[in-house]
Structures are given as C-alpha cells and as structure tokens.
C-alpha cells in the first residue's frame, strides 16, 4: 500500500480544530483590511490625480494638499510632513482602462511590486527597474530618460510587506482627522449635485448646463432631448400639410431619402460588408463595377473616381543582384532519371544532370538603418544572416526611396503599427522580385518583444513592401510572418507614435510619415565589393601565369627579315610614308632572303680521326 494522506486519517489534530474547524481563533492573526493600490489613503476611493509620499503611500492630490496644509502631519505615520515632500505620480492605462506597466505591460494587481520614480513620478513594475535599470547599471527613467539613484525608487506596493497598508493603523484613522467638520459635511451631502462626484464627462456637461439659457429654452421647447425634438417638428410638418392645397406640392420633409446603392461594397483589402460607409466604391478583387440603377445615372463619373486613391504608380528598384547567374549545383540532380523509372509519361532517360541554381548573397553579418520619419528617427538592426531575401527586399526599397513620404495607414494600440504601402490603403505595394515573395521562418525569429520588425501578408508566400513594428509581443504570429529585423533605438519615437489616436478603422488620426532612410551597414554592398576585388585578383593572376605575348604571333620583326612581307601587311600601294617604296620591291621566298644575305666564307678541309691503338687495360680515366 502507498503512503495515505494526511486528511484520510479519521481524526483531528488540534492544530486543524484551532485553524479550520471551531474552537479558539487568535485576533491578532485575522486578515486586516487592505487599501487597494489605486485608492486614496485619506478618502478611501480612487484617486483621479494621484500623489504620493516617500513611504510609498498613495493620495489624491486634492486631498492630501489640504490635509498637511490643516494638519502638518503624514495622514498614516502621523510624523510631520511638508508639501515638497509630496510627489505627483503619473499611472499609465491599457485599452481596457486598467493600470498597467508603460514598458512590460503588465496589468497591475494587488500582487504586483509596483515602484515609481521621484525625479520623473513615473510608475513601473519593479520587474522591469530592476531588469532594465537596477541589473544593467543605467539609472534613467525609461520613458523621459531623467536620471535617478537608487534612493529615488519608491516601493508604493510591495506584496512581501503589506503592514503600511492596514487601515486600522492609520493616524488619521486611529485619531479621526478629518478635513471637513460635521456641520460643513451634513450640508454638502444635503445638496444632490454635490454627491455626483465621481460620474462621465457627459454628465458633468449635463449637470453645468442645468441653470443656463440653452436650459431655459429647451424647457420652453417641451425638452425630451433630440429624439422629441424630431418628433415635434415631424407633427409640425404634417399639421402645415394638412391645411395646405396639394397643388403646392409635398412638404420635403416628409419626402423618404433617397435609396442607397445595393451593390457589395467592400473595405479596401477585406472581404467584409462595409457597413461604415456604404457609399465607398471600393469592391473586392476580382469584382467588376456594376450597372448604374436609376437613381445613380444621374452621378457624374468623377465622383465615382475620387474615391480610388490616384496617382502616379512608384517604379520598384531592381535587387542588387539584377542579372542573374546560374551554377551547377553540388548536391541537386534534375531528376530526370527518378521521374522517368516511376512514369511511363516521361521518356526514358538514364543519368541524373546536376540542376542549375541560381547564385543568390547570403551575408553573415547584420545589417543597420535609420529610418526617418516625420515624429523622428527609429534605428534599425536587420537580420541578413537569417532572413537574406527579406532584409534584401527592405534595404533595396528603403535606398531606392519607395518608403519615401509613405505613411503608417493602421496603428492598433498595444499591438502594431504598418506601413509601406506607398498608396497609403493597406492594399497595394510590390517586392524588388516581383509582386509577392516567399517566406523566411526562422525558429530564432520571434515576435517576442517590443519593437520586432515583421512582414504584412495575406498568406503564405505573399510577402510585398508592407510591414510592421510591435508595440508588443505577439507570440501566436510566430511562423506566419517573416521577422526580419527590430528596433534598437528610438523606443520614445515609437511611444509616440502608439499615442497617436485613431480613427474607427485603425487609421492615425495624425499623419505619421516616412522621410527618408540612412544605411550605416549594408553587407550585400560589401559581398558585391568583396567579389569585384576577387575577380580582379583573379583575372591579374591569370595573366601573370599566361606570360609575356609570343614574338611571332605579334609579328615583329617581320619590318627587317621580311620587308616584303611586312609591307603586305602594313602599307598599301599608294601610301604617303616609306610604304611605299618597300611595297614595289619584289617578293623573295624566307629561303632566297637567307641566301643572299649570307656572306661567301669558304670551306675548312675536313679533318680524318686519327684511330688509337690500345694496348693493355689502359687507364680509367675516361670512369
């Protein structure tokens, strides 16, 4: 049998009858009551404009600068405190309205370490101070770069020690302090407007107009809102047309709207109804415009036109490798033969050829841009060595200005931001190989952190000029986009632009614009000069082995041994220099130049060899 469970056994300890079932229970290790990290220390409610002290203790602004002004004293410690000893703290907020950290993004909890910085009053987790600040040695503020000691730090929410966080032991509870007096209190709460304190921006719009003209005359009107103020002006019209002759016509505005269009329209790039605005033209790929109704024979075709985005159409810079080389493979066949033994469609063939691949630049090296826009500059590193085709597309389109005065069309907050697209739709834009390329997945590129640089595509194998720079990580986008490089330098340009609002499509409301691009480092530039001075070397190495030119293949010397020869060569029969006169001399064969040029030198008698009697052995000297 196993070891059984503590709680099999059928009785109780005393230690499980004092904790969890009845008997004595100890007061003094009962939970406390905890002030919640977004409340108030003095009023217990959330803050609006937060402050705090050097303990780390939390305020509303509104409410701890009268209290130290009235009492001089630290609502929770009760010791003396001053004014410039209170610090304005400045909380950041997600799309969802909760508190989290501007860097990590991490939403704040009441089990979050949660520190800000007094020289800047910025608040983070102590997740990312102690990894980007502490760890590293760069005491900045990572937002406004402020420098900061490690005094500075304020520990507003420390999970490990919640003892400054026990309401009963606040002075200003134990010794009921209060900023208002009791007479002052009953008749502010006597009046209903002043009850409504923390309500919508709407309704504080509503509660000051209450007493003002636009009030007076809307009672006057019946008031109801905008809603009775239609139907009092429909009963109006139909009360007029009643008393009216039909001669005069119908009252317009009685008459219906005109019917909208009930052609499918689309949003640019998608294949949804566009129920935002249904007069916009845009149809799907592949969808012709359709014949006009009655209603719409009437509209002039330039309006129709405006809606298209026009413009001349940018030329696509060519790759750096332009013309293309092929080589015979090492390691690939054609596979002829293998397609030939298993098909009887194919013809017979009996030997595998190597295929020819085409050379492609795959660097080693990283590659670095700026890249300028119009809220400032982002510097880049692009990964060459992982993603050669990719990087290639990005540098030969950034230098040939096809990013130049394009803008980021689509910026979602605590996701992305997109661009290069140069008709500014998010549909269009081509690669330096064609309309769309292929992917480079690679398991080392992952959208795992702020700043990661992506490709926009609509599938696999669609890469264009579009692509996109993390605000976040995006981890389920892994293996569907092609990362290519990050951002290593302008992270507060890329903080601006997420502050940028948009409209309800995604789109900056504030134009965010490329200007232009500046290459640091380029390594396909560097492999195309390192290969220029190869073949150089090269072509001066074969020289130097093929040697100095053959005298006789140049001919010369012909102007001498064979005038004859040389003049037929080089003079004509009318020339104007010496030619002329060597060209009327007659031709002699190389046998009778020899001849004639040899001097008469008689001949030497012939000399016998004498032959030599040996006798004996002789001596060895001929060993």
């Known amino acids: 049998m196993g070891k059984q469970k503590q709680k099999d056994r059928g009785y109780l300890t005393a230690t499980e009858w004092r904790t969890e079932g009845g008997g004595f229970k100890d007061k003094s290790h009962l939970p406390f009551k905890r002030l919640p990290f977004h409340c108030c220390a003095i009023t217990f409610t959330p803050f609006e404009d937060p402050a705090c002290t050097a303990d780390g203790t939390v305020y509303d602004i509104t409410n701890i600068v009268p209290y130290v002004q009235k009492f001089k004293k630290h609502p929770v410690s009760g010791e003396p405190l001053q004014l410039k000893d209170i610090v304005q703290l400045h909380f950041h907020k997600n799309a969802d309205n909760e508190y989290h950290d501007p860097i990590l993004h991490k939403v704040f909890t009441e089990s979050t370490h949660i520190v800000a910085i007094r020289t800047s009053g910025n608040v983070y987790a102590w997740e990312a101070v102690e990894e980007l600040n502490i760890k590293p040695r760069f005491m900045q503020d990572l937002l406004t770069d402020q420098a900061f000691t490690r005094k500075d730090i304020i520990h507003i929410q420390d999970p490990m020690n919640l003892e400054g966080r026990n309401l009963s032991k606040f002075d200003h509870v134990k010794n009921d302090r209060q900023l208002v007096s009791a007479e002052d209190q009953a008749a502010h709460q006597a009046d209903p407007v002043n009850s409504l304190k923390h309500v919508s921006e709407d309704t504080k719009r509503v509660m000051a107009k209450l007493n003002s003209a636009d009030s007076a005359t809307a009672f006057e009107e019946g008031g109801g809102g905008a809603r009775a103020v239609a139907h009092r002006i429909l009963a109006e019209a139909k009360a007029v047309a009643s008393q009216k002759p039909h001669a005069e016509g119908p009252d317009p505005r009685l008459q219906p709207p005109e019917p909208a269009s009930k052609d499918a329209v689309f949003k640019p790039g998608a294949s949804t109804w566009n129920t935002d605005d249904p007069k916009q033209q ?25 809606l298209v985005p026009a413009g001349p159409k940018k030329e696509v810079p060519k790759p750096y490798m332009s013309d293309a080389r092929f080589v015979t493979s090492e390691f690939r066949t054609t596979g002829a033969a293998s397609r030939s033994f298993t098909s009887t469609a194919v013809n017979v063939v009996t030997r595998n050829e190597r295929q020819k691949v085409r050379v492609e630049r795959n660097p080693a090296n990283k590659g670095y841009m700026r ?253």
């Open 371 to 623: 890249l300028h826009t119009n809220l400032g500059d982002l510097n880049l590193e692009l990964h060459c060595d992982l993603a050669p085709r990719t990087c290639e597309n990005f540098f030969v389109l950034s230098e040939g200005g096809y990013y130049t005065n394009t803008i980021f069309h689509r910026s979602i907050k605590n996701f992305m931001i997109q661009g290069g697209d140069p008709t500014g739709t998010g549909t269009g834009g081509e690669s330096i190989y064609g309309p769309t390329f292929k992917d480079e997945l690679d398991s080392r590129l992952t959208h795992s952190a702020r700043g990661v640089m992506s490709m926009a595509n609509s599938g696999p194998a669609t890469n264009g000029s579009q692509f996109f720079i993390l605000y976040k990580s995006a981890r389920h986008l892994d293996y569907k986009h092609s990362v290519f490089g990050k951002v290593v330098g302008g992270f507060d340009v890329l903080t601006a632009m997420e502050r940028v609002s948009v409209d309800g499509d995604d789109r900056p409301e504030q134009e965010i614009k490329i200007t232009g691009a500046s290459v640091f480092v380029n390594p396909y530039k560097d492999m195309e000069e390192e290969e220029r001075k190869k073949a150089e070397a090269e072509r001066i190495k074969a020289e130097k082995e093929a040697g100095p030119p053959d005298i006789a293949e140049e001919g010369v010397g012909n102007w001498f041994s064979n005038p004859a020869g040389a003049s037929n060569t080089t003079s004509t029969a009318n020339g104007s220099g010496v030619g002329k006169y060597l060209s009327n001399l007659p031709k002699k064969s190389n046998a009778q130049l020899a001849t004639e040029s040899a001097p008469d030198i008689p001949a030497a008698p012939a000399v016998k060899k004498q032959k030599v009697k040996l006798t004996g052995y002789g001596n060895f000297d001929a060993w």
């Open 282 to 306: 845009h149809h799907a790929p592949g969808h012709g415009k359709k014949k006009k109704k009655k209603w719409q024979q009437g509209e002039p075709e330039e309006e129709a036109s405006a």
